[in-house]
């Protein structure tokens, strides 16, 4: 009856539905969007995004992440790709590439192949570049200041960093490259003249240089100005030369570039919180450097935490160290310290401080002495039968 009521011709259509959804399930969904899914598809280059798909290059993302790239008249999407060819790049390294970076194919080709010669100087395996394109694609296709990169890198290697450190440079602080190589000369100078002047040693010097510049390159951004005031500020505080040093060592150079009003902020902050008078601050700081670096916020959140957790400000006092680790890494490490029956209220903060695998290691030897039988096991049991 039902049928009867609704026509005959209900079924069939279902039928024919369902055909087609079978059909489809073989077709590729692209065929359905040949090119877009916005309404941009009549300004986009059909050339490019043809030349993209071609080597498997997800369009979508291309779209959702920078779309004017398709906009453009003008692209190399052939010639980037067979250069990160060349390389040794596979098809899906080159989409990965062009996927996270399609900036890349508005780069003129021979742009590319000088940039391609700059960074082989540093990083002669083709290989090991390849992995370094495919993490850092933007870094490789910023193609300006070519000349002043080649010329710093060249600097670089004068000045005795290895190739790996200047590699790192390259895709984690390109803005140091920007600079024109007489003005990085000048900064190193500074920090060199800096370094002799605080008392450090004509032997050490270069060493010191070396490891200050691969922990922080961004130092090289730094004016000479606002060293000269930084330096000037920690000795009216008191700071000998040789603890001006110490603190610029430990916190890699950071110190520099924070300017003496946001210093003085953290200071008289971490005065009031400890209750303790200027020499005694000192002898903080000295321990733990951090509290000159980090803002008022950062220090008031910590504290908080660790008060939250039982940890009085004696204790804080005696290891400021922990300072440096976010609230959430101290109840991370405070439950699993708690696991073994440790309570880090009642004890020294010695064991919940330090790096990540310098915690692991105290908490293996704790649970190892947890563990550890309280008879001793040569000697013969005494078992009544």
């Not at 073989?26 to 916005?38: E, G, K, N």
């Not at 060819?85 to 900036?103: F, H, K, M, N, Y």
């Not at 670089?156 to 803005?175: D, H, M, P, Y």
């Not at 902020?265 to 321990?287: E, G, M, R």
Request: net charge positive.
């Amino acid at each position: 009856m039902l049928w009867k009521l609704l026509g005959r011709c209900q079924p069939c259509r279902l039928c024919a539905f369902r055909r087609m959804l079978s059909a489809s399930q073989y077709r590729p969904v692209l065929a359905y969007f040949p090119y877009t899914t916005d309404n941009r598809s009549n300004k986009e280059n059909k050339r490019t995004v043809e030349k993209l798909y071609k080597f498997s290059v997800d369009i979508r993302k291309i779209r959702r992440l920078k779309g004017w790239v398709l906009l453009e008249d003008e692209t190399y999407v052939e010639e980037i790709a067979n250069i990160l060819q060349q390389l040794g790049a596979d098809e899906t390294a080159v989409a990965s590439i062009l996927e996270r970076c399609p900036e890349a194919i508005v780069c003129s080709p021979t742009a590319v192949n000088t940039q391609r010669g700059i960074w082989q100087l540093v990083c002669k395996n083709e290989e090991e570049l390849v992995k370094l394109i495919q993490q850092f694609p933007e870094s490789f296709f910023t193609v300006k200041d070519q000349e002043n990169r080649k010329l710093n890198i060249q600097f670089f290697q004068e000045l005795g960093l290895k190739n790996v450190v200047i590699s790192r440079f390259l895709t984690t602080a390109s803005n140091v490259f920007h600079n024109p190589v007489e003005k990085n000369k000048q900064m190193i100078s500074i920090l060199q003249e800096s370094y002799l002047n605080l008392g450090g040693s004509e032997a050490n010097m270069k060493v010191w240089l070396l490891k200050l510049l691969s922990q922080n390159p961004f130092i090289l951004l730094n004016s000479s100005v606002a060293i000269g005031e930084t330096l000037e500020f920690l000795q009216e505080q008191g700071f000998t030369n040789s603890e001006i040093l110490q603190l610029v060592s430990k916190l890699k150079g950071f110190l520099f570039q924070l300017c003496p009003r946001n210093i003085q902020t953290s200071i008289s902050f971490s005065k009031n919180a400890f209750k303790c008078s200027d020499h005694d601050l000192k002898q903080l700081v000295l321990k733990c450097p951090a509290l000159l670096y980090y803002s008022v916020p950062v220090l008031k959140e910590r504290i908080q935490g660790l008060l939250k957790e039982g940890i009085s400000i004696a204790q804080i006092r005696e290891t400021p160290m922990v300072l440096e680790l976010t609230p959430q890494i101290v109840q991370y490490r405070i439950r699993k310290l708690n696991s073994l029956g440790y309570r880090i209220k009642d004890g020294h903060l010695a064991n919940l401080n330090g790096t990540r695998k310098e915690f692991e290691a105290s908490f293996d030897k704790i649970q190892a002495k947890k563990g550890r039988p309280l008879f001793n096991p040569v000697a013969p049991l005494n078992v009544e039968e």
